[in-house]
């Protein structure tokens, strides 16, 4: 039961080294908290923490969906959501031994959602961070319109310890996926070098025991 509750929080398979999946549950735990407490504190209502100087109907939601499609908590709930079902995919698809030399993928497809969320952060906001004020020159409104951010520094520091987690998480996906890789191709190099070696003895045995023959008989089995 320990061991399944690591593999969850990790987001690796069975068989990926003891320290790497303490450190990836460390991380999704603290991204855990940190979203939580987020919600709680600063994006109640992010919304209503936009305030735009004009008065006419519709401008307000028109302003905010132009500087935020995607509210940086909506993304990272998301991002959470999608690494608990693979967790949970995990859990099921690689406990069977027989999956035991595809360690690698998990740790692969883990970085793919890091990377994902990390690529979709920087694209939606042209950056890390939302800009604490902005002009606003979308219909219905007056233009221009001045809008400001309140909270924005608390939810810039919100934003840059989930993407900083995110970051640590994915490099650590990306060097583990780097070792495993390295070690299966020594590997794979140590066990070629031996049957070389094999195969060199065994056709020398074979001549000298060929030469033994014909020295003694005068058969000489290659004709």
Not at 114 to 123: R, S, Y
Not at 159 to 180: E, G, K, N, T
């Amino acid at each position: 039961m320990d061991t399944e509750i690591w593999i969850f929080l990790s987001g690796t398979d069975w068989y990926v080294p003891h320290l790497l999946k303490l450190v990836l549950s460390f991380l999704f735990t603290l991204r855990l908290l940190v979203l939580v407490l987020g919600e709680r504190i600063a994006w109640k209502d992010d919304l209503s923490d936009l305030v735009c100087n004009s008065t006419r109907v519709g401008c307000h939601s028109e302003c905010y969906n132009q500087f935020s499609p995607l509210s940086p908590l909506t993304l990272c709930s998301l991002q959470m959501i999608f690494l608990c079902v693979f967790s949970l995919a995990n859990l099921w698809y690689f406990r069977d031994i027989t999956y035991r030399q595809l360690r690698c993928c998990s740790l692969f497809a883990k970085g793919l959602i890091e990377g994902a969320f990390l690529f979709t952060c920087v694209q939606l906001y042209s950056g890390i961070f939302r800009p604490s004020s902005f002009q606003c020159n979308l219909a219905p409104c007056e233009q221009p319109v001045t809008c400001h951010l309140l909270k924005s520094r608390l939810k810039d520091d919100f934003v840059l310890l989930m993407v900083s987690a995110s970051l640590a998480s994915l490099s650590i996906c990306v060097l583990a996926v780097c070792l495993l890789l390295g070690k299966w191709l020594y590997n794979k190099g140590s066990s070629g070098e031996k049957l070389f070696k094999k195969l060199c003895l065994n056709y020398y045995s074979q001549g000298k025991n060929a030469m033994l023959m014909q020295s003694q008989t005068g058969y000489n089995p290659c004709i």
